[in-house]
DNA sequence: ATACAATGTAGAGTAAACTCTATGTCAAGA
DNA sequence: TCTTGACATAGAGTTTACTCTACATTGTAT
């Protein structure tokens, strides 16, 4: 299936600004009709899914221009795609665990103002 | 112990400008010595500690603005604070379980460029 | 006495990632 | 034919959270 930016969009939850932005950075290279529409394909949406992926979990725009040069190359660069996306692995991880670590202080926190409030509330 | 803007922004790792960004912001109100100077405290130590927790967990400054707020009322507000804290561990707790989602794709995607990297070297 | 280092204020500048505006083209329906 | 509505480009504007600059003041070491 093909798409125009209007569907791609919907399909996406990315706004048509956003998904020219992307574009301009390079990021995603949608095909042309003959009026020069952008045409999405099912690869592209593939593709967007981990772009988002990728933001979400904190890479910045720089790091998924270079990923997505790499990918751009084909398989010539397989390696060194991976080794990028093991790297993020790691400090994906790190986030994952400094996250849980303020979790856990936060419930200190919560519990805290619990007895608070109720040896207030027993005055 | 007191500390002036220099040493307490040694002891937190957050440049003297942030920190009077920090109070421009009313996030934070050290007290002022005879010179004009600010005055920080141990306490104002335990609060940019907080606030860093609350901001690394993705907590806008509007909102830590808003709890910084309350927290000058005192007392009668400890409930309502309490609220945005419980509201506020919802929110990681589904931030953490998204990343750890995350993770698993990611892991998933690692191990086929493994395979697919396998495939070709046995050419 | 004077130079220096740290501090003060006010306001400008920066970076990232969008988001919007102005203006123009073009195919399809009334 | 005329008018929408979706799309195109180029470039300006926005938001968040800093970060820096310019300039004034002040306590301390030489």
Redesign the interface.
Known sequence: MEYSIGEFSKLTNLGIHTLRYYEHEHLITPGRNSNNRRCYTDKDLTWID?IK?LK??GMPIKEIQHYAELRAKG?PT??E??EM??S??KT??E??N???E??K???E??EF??R??ES?TRE
């Open positions: 981990f992926r979400d979990t398989e397989l390696s795609r991976m996306l093991i993020h692995r994906l991880n986030q994952i400094q996250l849980q303020h979790m202080k936060l419930d926190k919560i103002y619990q608070q409030i207030i």
